[in-house]
């Protein structure tokens, strides 16, 4: 996905959150059990949402804060 700050940001298994400049060299940011689904992006937030009903996000692709959900659920789509 890429932010409208120019930023790519992908979401896979094993928790993983990665970041690029350039689509090319990606960085690690999250790291965790939860492997992520969806992510989806506005002007100023971008959503993951994956195994159990988790759910995350971050206005800066970098720092990323868990939210709650009713469900535990896996979630495998986000239109946001």
């Known amino acids: 996905l890429r932010q409208p700050d120019g ?3 992908a979401v896979g298994e094993a928790g ?7 689509g090319r060299n990606w ?3 999250v790291d ?4 992520w689904y ?5 002007d100023s937030r971008t959503v993951v949402v994956g195994d159990g009903g988790h759910v995350m996000n971050s206005t800066d692709g970098i720092t990323w ?3 709650s959900t009713p469900t535990t659920r ?3 789509g986000i239109c946001y």
């Open 7 to 9: 930023k790519f940001v």
């Open 32 to 35: 965790n059990k939860v492997d």
């Open 27 to 29: 960085s690690a940011l």
């Open 16 to 22: 993983s959150i990665t970041t690029s400049t350039n």
């Open 65 to 67: 804060q868990t939210n």
């Open 74 to 76: 896996d979630l495998h």
């Open 38 to 42: 969806g992510i989806a992006s506005s």
